[in-house]
């Protein structure tokens, strides 16, 4: 009989209240069979090894070392000084071993002491966007943060969607993570745009006529946005450019843009397409790509377009990027990489207080089995693009690098089961990453997380997430090496709190609120801000914002739904449309650079 423990099964788990909850043997078996457990042990992994910087190699006979930066040797027995990086050894009879050099620490200036704003860019409208922010809002916000102190903009994924409506309004369910989308590309600003024959004053007017809805239409803003970038992609010249951005992106930028071309013939999910091009690489995708050669290209340019104009985002202040924890099973990355996902299987969060039934999230998992036989490059890609262009990386449910909850499908939130993952290895790629990129990394680790992950994460020199609606103790006593917050996109904004409407508003959505837990919560508000019950929500969101601007940590964040008074928050776990993901700030990007709730905040933060 299959040992379950041995294929990283955990036999149960203690829930956030200190209680224990047993795997249930349905769910056990029936991640065996996902996991192909014929055989009583675990497959061998691959020929893999990772270093920490200054150990030796010690190789029996001789070896070609070829380093990823394009260098070539012949080594054998102990080899010293190996760089950093991922490097591929060759043996005279066939063999190969790929060495993986990583600092085993992530970058984390001792000194780094900053706040800054979390922001959902799709809600920041100024007076030039198409119906939603755009990247060229991104960057006029990010000069106006600077002037003011601010170092960081943490941003909500940017992840591609599917390129075919409807579009997925949550930025958590993305097709992939390795792309973004074009939703966010400033139109005005793409090179030809000017000269491209194209009727932009016409498409500009429609989109920025979307403006007067608070209620975001991804799927019009998409086609208006598409009808220009396919006229000034006709007539762009710049091929040059658009080659080398693909040579320096390997085969994985080439086969987004094959899913991308294929899924606008036959659908967002390669699931359902034909038989015959739901693999990656097959004769069949080699022949629809030969006829559909211009619009693979096309939407690599639009990659190359998100990138460019992210680059400039970037330098006028530090990003912060969010990586989702997973992708739609039906979308491009699981498309290019199905063999090392588990299909039948969903990642999401046992119940607590605020979640009753649990979560289900139906985004597969990485098979961690598979993921190693992979070489995790998967998993490297992934980090990678999130840390493009970053000063800092948000890894959400960053627990999951240790273990995930999984949940077969057809099953509830409460019948999933803990699966164990590599997590020492995947901490070594992300540290090899980060240092590579110069760029900090905070792990979300809110929720059910085992004692050491903490620890373990804080020797990794990962941030922790420290949340002032759930702390024990205030702001001021947060652990330095740590970002600071209020809320996040999930949880009540401060005036959907303090006024009762984000109460009013679970009733309404059928939540099931626990509402003894959220009446605790608005009396901890009340307490940490030291306001009396009849205080207006103004004075409270900027006495609560002068409790958090003591915290030690490294970070704080604002968001701007705080500092604007809004009342709704982004996304109301659990439900599905409605406003989730789709509601735009109440204020343009130019009134809120003038709005005095907005400087009150500002005020605030830069005095810490």
């Keep these: 009989?299959?040992?379950?423990?041995?294929?990283?099964?955990?036999?149960?788990?203690?829930?956030?209240?200190?209680?224990?909850?047993?795997?249930?043997?349905?769910?056990?078996?029936?991640?065996?069979?996902?996991?192909?457990a014929e055989t009583v042990d675990p497959p061998p992994g691959p020929a893999l090894q990772i270093l920490r910087e200054g150990e030796t190699l010690h190789l029996a006979g001789a070896w070609d070392l070829h380093t990823d930066d394009g260098g070539e040797a012949r080594v054998g027995g102990s080899v010293e000084h190996l760089p950093l990086g991922y490097h591929t050894l060759y043996s005279d009879d066939g063999r190969s071993l790929r060495v993986i050099v990583t600092p085993g620490r992530c970058h984390l200036p001792d000194d780094l002491r900053i706040w800054g704003w979390a922001v959902q860019l799709y809600a920041l409208r100024s007076m030039e966007s198409w119906g939603i922010g755009d990247l060229g809002d991104l960057r006029a916000f990010g000069e106006w943060s600077r002037a003011r102190g601010a170092g960081v903009v943490l941003l909500n994924p940017l992840h591609a969607s599917t390129p075919v409506p409807p579009l997925q309004p949550s930025p958590y369910t993305p097709s992939s993570r390795?792309?973004?989308?074009?939703?966010?590309?400033?139109?005005?600003?793409?090179?030809?745009?000017?000269?491209?024959?194209?009727?932009?004053?016409?498409?500009?007017?429609?989109?920025?006529?979307?403006?007067?809805?608070?209620?975001?239409?991804?799927?019009?803003?998409?086609?208006?946005?598409?009808?220009?970038?396919?006229?000034?992609?006709?007539?762009?010249?710049?091929?040059?450019?658009l080659d080398r951005f693909l040579d320096a992106s390997d085969d994985t930028l080439r086969r987004f843009a094959e899913y991308c071309a294929i899924a606008e013939v036959h659908g967002p999910s390669w699931m359902e397409w034909p038989p015959d091009l739901r693999r990656p690489g097959t004769f069949a995708v080699r022949e629809f790509v030969q006829g559909h050669a211009r619009r693979v290209r096309f939407h690599a340019w639009m990659q190359w377009q998100l990138d460019r104009q992210l680059d400039a985002a970037g330098g006028a202040i530090g990003l912060m990027q969010d990586l989702a924890i997973g992708v739609d099973r039906g979308g491009a990355d699981a498309w290019m990489w199905q063999d090392v996902l588990a299909l039948d299987m969903s990642v999401g969060a046992p119940p607590d207080d605020f979640n009753r039934n649990g979560q289900d999230w139906g985004l597969p998992p990485f098979d961690?089995?598979?993921?190693?036989?992979?070489?995790?490059?998967?998993?490297?890609?992934?980090?990678?693009?999130?840390?493009?262009?970053?000063?800092?990386?948000?890894?959400?449910?960053?627990?999951?690098?240790?273990?995930?909850?999984?949940?077969?499908?057809?099953?509830?939130?409460?019948?999933?089961?803990?699966?164990?993952?590599?997590?020492?290895?995947?901490?070594?790629?992300?540290?090899?990453?980060?240092?590579?990129?110069?760029?900090?990394?905070?792990?979300?680790?809110?929720?059910?997380?085992?004692?050491?992950?903490?620890?373990?994460?804080?020797?990794?020199?990962?941030?922790?997430?420290?949340?002032?609606?759930?702390?024990?103790?205030?702001?001021?006593?947060?652990?330095?090496?740590?970002?600071?917050?209020?809320?996040?996109?999930?949880?009540?904004?401060?005036?959907?709190?303090?006024?009762?409407?984000?109460?009013?508003?679970?009733?309404?959505?059928?939540?099931?609120?626990?509402?003894?837990?959220?009446?605790?919560?608005h009396d901890k508000l009340r307490d940490l801000a030291g306001v009396a019950d009849d205080s207006s929500p103004d004075d409270v969101i900027v006495r609560l914002h002068e409790r958090l601007a003591e915290a030690p940590s490294m970070i704080v964040t604002a968001t701007l739904e705080d500092a604007l008074g809004v009342e709704e928050r982004p996304n109301y776990p659990g439900t599905v449309g409605g406003t989730n993901w789709s509601l735009a700030l109440p204020r343009t990007l130019e009134e809120l650079e003038r709005d005095p709730g907005v400087a009150a905040i500002v005020d605030v933060m830069s005095r810490r």
């Design 368 to 521: 961690p089995w598979k993921l190693r036989n992979a070489g995790y490059e998967p998993f490297i890609q992934t980090v990678r693009a999130g840390l493009r262009h970053a000063g800092g990386l948000r890894f959400d449910h960053v627990m999951g690098l240790f273990r995930l909850y999984w949940i077969p499908q057809g099953s509830t939130g409460r019948d999933g089961v803990y699966v164990r993952y590599p997590a020492g290895d995947l901490l070594d790629i992300l540290a090899l990453e980060s240092v590579r990129a110069g760029a900090y990394v905070v792990g979300e680790d809110l929720g059910t997380v085992e004692p050491e992950v903490r620890e373990e994460l804080a020797r990794r020199g990962v941030m922790s997430y420290r949340l002032a609606w759930f702390e024990p103790s205030p702001p001021r006593h947060f652990p330095r090496q740590s970002l600071a917050a209020i809320t996040t996109h999930d949880l009540p904004t401060i005036a959907g709190l303090w006024t009762g409407a984000d109460l009013e508003a679970q009733r309404d959505r059928g939540m099931q609120p626990n509402e003894e837990a959220t009446a605790g919560l």
């Design 178 to 241: 390795c792309f973004r989308s074009p939703l966010y590309l400033r139109v005005e600003e793409v090179p030809g745009a000017a000269t491209a024959g194209v009727d932009l004053v016409r498409l500009a007017t429609a989109g920025r006529a979307l403006d007067d809805d608070r209620r975001i239409d991804r799927d019009e803003v998409f086609r208006l946005k598409l009808e220009a970038l396919e006229a000034i992609y006709e007539t762009a010249r710049d091929d040059d450019g």
């Design 1 to 36: 009989m299959t040992d379950a423990s041995s294929w990283g099964i955990v036999p149960g788990y203690h829930d956030v209240l200190g209680a224990w909850h047993d795997a249930g043997e349905a769910s056990v078996q029936a991640i065996l069979r996902s996991m192909g």
